[in-house]
């Protein structure tokens, strides 16, 4: 792949596959930058993307014996609905990935849906925190970018953009989409790394705002890893990268 540096982070560019198995090389490699223990924390994101990407994964039997031996699997932000819907990221990376991996329940977290939002997010922080570490969260956290500019469940204008409080997770009722369950901008900051994979023609107008705009996190909020730049890593395919190489 291409590699390119950014003020966002490293770029890789290359063809879809490319990216598939570059995201499970740089996860898989963060286990040796993490403090010695016995189990590793993934979290997940939504979109299609990543539903191709766990179909792939199963059929390439890409994920390595101690990673499936060893990791402990999250989501980076949740619609608040039912696991067992179809609009749940957690659900889909159970049905499409995990399952199908043979992955225990025991090493399964999703959010909690069956609190109020507020209580979800405060309640997942606290029963998850021996897993993070102090001041951590997710040792891998994957995240994508939405046509917007938006990331996790950021989206522009959004009052975390602003003032996250320092809470590491959060609830926020997004207009016109309900509420959401996200990793926070401090909690971002918090993991060890951060992945970006961006696929498709139609997210080339959004990368190039992100990577080559004016720095307005508030309207383009992926550019709050900006301040991430060392843990940050984007994968992306010809066709997203087509508009940012042009310049």
């Not at 996860?27 to 939504?46: D, I, N």
């Not at 609009?87 to 049905?95: L, P, W």
């Not at 951060?194 to 705009?213: I, N, T």
């Not at 307005?216 to 087509?242: F, S, T, Y």
């Amino acid at each position: 792949m291409k590699e390119l540096s950014s003020s966002y982070g490293r770029v890789f560019i290359g063809s879809k596959e490319d990216c598939f198995r570059t995201a499970v090389f740089v996860a898989e490699g963060q286990r040796g930058q993490t403090p010695p223990r016995k189990h590793f924390t993934w979290a997940l994101t939504g979109g299609s993307t990543p539903k191709e990407w766990y179909q792939w994964c199963v059929a390439k039997d890409a994920l390595s014996p101690t990673t499936l031996a060893t990791t402990h699997w999250f989501v980076s932000d949740e619609r608040y609905v039912r696991p067992d819907s179809h609009e749940s990221n957690f659900g889909n990376a159970d049905r499409l990935l995990l399952k199908p991996l043979g992955i225990p329940a025991d090493r399964k977290h999703p959010w909690s849906t069956g609190i109020p939002p507020g209580m979800a997010a405060l309640e997942f922080g606290r029963i998850n925190a021996p897993w993070f570490g102090r001041d951590r969260t997710f040792d891998v956290c994957f995240a994508g970018l939405g046509d917007d500019g938006h990331t996790l469940s950021l989206f522009p204008g959004s009052p975390l953009l602003r003032d996250d409080g320092g809470a590491f997770f959060a609830a926020i009722d997004v207009p016109e989409k309900g509420w959401r369950l996200t990793l926070t901008p401090s909690g971002l900051k918090a993991c060890g790394l951060v992945v970006v994979m961006v696929l498709g023609e139609a997210k080339a107008g959004a990368l190039h705002r992100v990577l080559a705009g004016e720095f307005n996190p508030q309207q383009v909020p992926a550019q709050v890893l900006k301040g991430l730049r060392d843990k940050v890593v984007w994968l992306v395919d010809e066709a997203a990268a087509a508009k940012f190489l042009a310049g």
